[in-house]
C-alpha cells in the first residue's frame, strides 16, 4: 500500500486545496493531511486563522479523497510526520518547490502545480468587499 502525505492550513476551503488533495490522493492508495495548528499559523502567517483547526480537520478529513488528518504542530518536524504515518510520497504545491527535498531520502518528494487565480487570502478579500458595501 502506497500512503502519501502533505501538509497545509486549508483555511476558508475551497478549490484550489480540493484539487491539490485529490490529485495528491491519486499518487497513492491512501491520504494523510496534516493540518496546521491554528499556533503554527500565527507563527507562519501572522494572523488568526478564520476556521480553528478543529473546523479545518473536519472539513479535510471529510473529503472522499482524504483518509486520514492529523494536526501538524510544528514545520520543524515534517521527517517525524513522515516517518510516523509511514509515508512513500510527500505531496507540497509548487509555491514550496525544492523547499522540500530534505525529505527525499525518506520519500519521494513531489511538487504539483497550484490551481491558478484562487486563494484563502484572495476569498477574504472578495468577502469583505461585499460586506462593505
Ligand atoms: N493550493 C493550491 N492551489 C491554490 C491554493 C493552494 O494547489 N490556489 C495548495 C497549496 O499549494 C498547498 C495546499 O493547497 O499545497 C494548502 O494550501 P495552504 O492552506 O495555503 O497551505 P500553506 O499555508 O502553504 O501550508 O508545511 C507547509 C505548510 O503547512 C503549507
Known amino acids: 500500500m502506497t500512503t502519501v502525505i502533505t501538509f497545509g492550513t486549508f483555511?476558508?476551503?475551497?478549490?484550489?486545496?480540493?484539487?491539490?488533495?485529490?490529485?495528491?490522493?491519486?499518487?497513492?492508495?491512501?491520504l494523510v493531511v496534516g493540518v496546521s495548528s491554528d499556533a503554527l499559523n500565527v507563527a507562519k502567517k501572522g494572523r488568526e486563522p478564520v476556521f480553528s483547526q478543529e473546523e479545518r480537520c473536519e472539513l479535510v478529513v471529510n473529503l472522499k479523497c482524504v483518509d486520514e488528518v492529523f494536526v501538524e504542530e510544528s514545520l520543524e518536524l515534517k521527517r517525524d510526520y513522515i516517518?510516523?504515518?509511514a509515508a512513500d510520497v510527500l505531496v507540497m504545491g509548487d509555491d514550496w518547490a525544492g523547499r522540500f527535498d530534505f525529505a527525499?531520502?525518506?520519500?519521494?518528494?513531489?511538487y504539483l502545480p497550484r490551481t491558478p487565480s484562487i486563494s484563502t487570502t484572495g476569498v477574504i478579500e472578495h468577502i469583505s468587499k461585499l460586506g462593505g458595501s
Open 104 to 110: 527525499s531520502d525518506l520519500c519521494r518528494v513531489v
Open 83 to 85: 516517518q510516523k504515518y
Open 11 to 30: 483555511d476558508v476551503l475551497h478549490v484550489g486545496h480540493l484539487r491539490i488533495l485529490q490529485r495528491s490522493s491519486e499518487l497513492g492508495d491512501r
